[in-house]
């Protein structure tokens, strides 16, 4: 039987199912739990309270990473809510014996930018989080998915998650990229084609001559964004780039284990003629860079494209949909994205906060400038690895020469946890995954885009097509 | 967690699609390291005219009269009626704790999206799906009639109205079991303990490297 990646990942890990027909509930073993401030502190009251402990401590690694602060931290965190909430997982990993990097540790930062970067994540693994970007991690070849609280205190008691088997989606993106188009090009590309919902019940595969083209940074801001169409896992079979990411890394294997490990990582890709529940095929050089313009990332277009116009949408409930987006964004119908002016620019996010990203943006804004009515803008490090890495390069120099603010590691402007948001009415080319109403403070305005366009609509104060900037070469 | 019987209850219209987790409890409530108290801001920046803060009381808040949740005739529902792919974005439970405590007890729509929907059962909030022109029904119907009621029997997987119309739903057999009983899924799960340890020791010799 022909098997597609994920149906391996499947099998490799269920320890028992309840009955012979496979859309029954199966016990599925889990190999890496990440766990971060926010949906950890009840998970682990509850544990507490019935008296259970954690059974495979090994396997946990935790980080505090939606309400740190992103500027000095020296004096720890102001807000006394935030700072509660960030006590209470320094304590119930210190209690129970948990690895945990703490704010004041330079590997600190984005939970699904440290996982990786360790070699925490490996192929083959099943890695869930209480954070619905887990997907990010399916780069590696791996099943990774984002959990409700009771669920991050499932898999603290007994190391499984009760769950069914998803359908299958390959979602294959051939040829060549086009100059200055990116993985997140990719990302909204595909939202745009299948809607948010459209990954709803699957478990989707990339795959194609374009998505093995690309770097596993790459890989990890298409994945993260497959819960945007509605996927819970995203995934990219292995290959050598995963291979040669992944040596020397903390938590990765090293010598006869390496050795032992590799032959089976090759074995992580869907056979040849393997059936998916659905396929969808994207030509790579249709793709244009990406703009947003509403409150989902399914409401999305061109940078060459207009803004649309709701009285040309049939039906009733997407056209009120639609009005009622471009009202929250201040937008009227046929606009050119390249007249949308912008208020602050937020470079950074689980989605495109990696050493990868952090250097194609400086590269656009090398030697400029933010424009004038540019009021902030801000570069946030997915760790303080990537931090570190990034000054070893000079790119901090760079950015604040040009304007930008170079921050500490976290979630930060993605979802304004911490001090750092929109206010109510400004607007913002932003390279994190969600527009929603009020994601980035409340009555703030979210445009979503790769690093390059984020970094190009900075020094131009308004959206510019990245392709045509003099000086930007490949 | 309580058991789900069978009950009669309000039906309330959110007559919108894609409603995000973002907007049924916005982030700024997730600082909480408790489980209850969420539901004075569900929907917050719908409900309410000024900016909701954790530690406000909300009595003295400034309510929006248009919003539907504040409308009198919808007062004490639990049921919320509402449009596809509900639930989208995080995976903070806070989403349907917020829904719980607020008093819902049922949320139908033609389609949630998967970790929502998960994370609705095992607090025992019950997410039916119903096609979507049967929703559009619905809506028409609790849009008419002040004081519209449905009784949902999850035994026999029913959605009825007064007039005895039944609309049946798909719900997984093991969730309703545990549903209908108020089971404690991480007790059930802990009597397959040994066949986990038999399992992760197997897994242990096969992959060494996962243990390291």
């Known amino acids: 039987m022909k098997r597609t990646l994920y149906d391996k990942l499947w099998d490799q890990h269920v320890v028992h199912t309840e009955s012979a027909d496979p859309n029954s509930m199966a016990l599925v073993y889990i190999d890496r739990h990440l766990v971060h401030e926010v949906t950890s502190p009840q998970a682990f009251e509850s544990l507490k309270l019935a008296g259970r402990k954690p059974w495979r401590l090994n396997s946990i690694l935790a980080v505090a990473d939606h309400n740190v602060p992103t500027t000095d931290r020296s004096h720890g965190i102001h807000d006394p809510i935030s700072r509660l909430q960030v006590d209470t997982l320094d304590q119930n990993c210190d209690e129970l014996g948990i690895t945990e990097f703490k704010m004041q540790d330079v590997r600190q930062g984005i939970v699904h930018v440290i996982g990786p970067e360790q070699g925490a994540t490996l192929p083959g693994m099943t890695v869930v989080c209480g954070d619905s970007h887990t997907s990010t991690h399916g780069a590696f070849g791996c099943l990774a998915f984002g959990i409700g609280t009771s669920e991050v205190e499932h898999v603290l008691a007994t190391q499984c998650l009760l769950m069914k088997k998803s359908k299958s989606m390959r979602i294959s993106v051939e040829g060549e990229l086009g100059f200055g188009v990116t993985a997140k090009d990719i990302a909204l590309a595909i939202i745009g084609e299948i809607g948010t919902a459209g990954g709803t019940g699957y478990a989707i595969e990339f795959s194609g001559s374009a998505i093995r083209a690309l770097s596993m940074e790459g890989r990890m801001t298409l994945c993260n964004m497959a819960i945007e169409a509605g996927a819970r896992a995203g995934m990219v079979a292995v290959d050598d780039t995963t291979i040669k990411y992944i040596k020397g890394r903390p938590f990765a294997p090293r010598d006869d284990l390496w050795e032992q490990a590799v032959p089976y990582w090759r074995t992580l890709h869907s056979d040849a003629d393997a059936v998916f529940n659905r396929t969808v095929t994207l030509e790579a050089a249709d793709i244009s860079p990406q703009v947003t313009w509403g409150t989902s990332p399914e409401m999305v277009t061109t940078i060459d494209g207009k803004v649309p116009d709701p009285a040309l949408i049939a039906d009733e409930v997407k056209r009120h949909d639609m009005q009622h987006a471009l009202d929250y964004m201040g937008l009227q119908a046929n606009t050119p994205i390249q007249q949308i002016y912008l208020d602050k620019v937020f470079i950074g996010s689980c989605t495109n906060s990696r050493i990868e990203d952090l250097r194609a943006a400086a590269g656009i804004i090398n030697g400029k400038h933010i424009a004038a009515n540019i009021k902030q803008a801000l570069v946030v490090p997915g760790s303080g690895l990537v931090k570190q890495q990034a000054e070893q390069e000079g790119l901090d120099k760079i950015f604040r020469a040009a304007g930008f603010e170079w921050r500490e590691p976290g979630c930060s402007m993605c979802l304004a946890m911490n001090d750092d948001r929109l206010v109510a009415g400004e607007r913002c080319a932003s390279t994190s995954n969600r527009n929603f109403e009020g994601r980035q403070g409340p009555g703030g305005r979210t445009h979503l885009v790769s690093p390059v366009m984020a970094a190009a609509a900075a020094v131009a104060g308004h959206f510019v097509d990245v392709r045509g900037l003099s000086g930007f070469a490949k | ?212």
Request: hydrophobic letters at 40%; charged letters at 25%; aromatic letters at 12%.
């Open chain 2, 1 to 212: 967690m309580n058991k789900f019987d069978t009950f009669t209850g309000l039906v309330a219209p959110l007559d919108r699609a894609n409603v995000d987790t973002d907007a049924i409890i916005p982030k700024q409530f997730l600082k909480s390291i408790k489980r209850s108290g969420f539901g004075q801001n569900l929907f917050d920046e719908w409900r309410y005219l000024d900016h909701g803060e954790p530690g406000m009381d909300s009595a003295q808040r400034q309510i929006n009269p248009e919003f539907v949740l504040n409308l009198p005739r919808y007062q004490r529902a639990e049921i919320l009626l509402t449009r596809a792919n509900f639930g989208c974005g995080s995976s903070r439970e806070h989403a349907p704790w917020s829904l719980q405590d607020y008093g819902f007890r049922v949320i139908i729509a033609p389609s949630f999206a998967d970790i929502f929907f998960n994370n609705c059962f095992k607090i025992g909030l019950l997410p039916i799906v119903l096609d979507a022109a049967i929703v559009d029904r619905l809506f028409e119907e609790v849009k008419q009639k002040e004081g519209y009621r449905l009784t949902v029997d999850l035994q026999k997987q029913a959605v009825v109205t007064a007039d005895d119309q039944n609309y049946v739903f798909e719900v997984d057999a093991f969730r309703k079991h545990c549903l209908l009983n108020g089971l404690d899924e991480i007790g059930l799960t802990l009597q397959h303990a040994q066949k986990i340890k038999q399992f992760e020791q197997k897994r242990r010799t096969e992959q060494p490297w996962l243990f390291a």
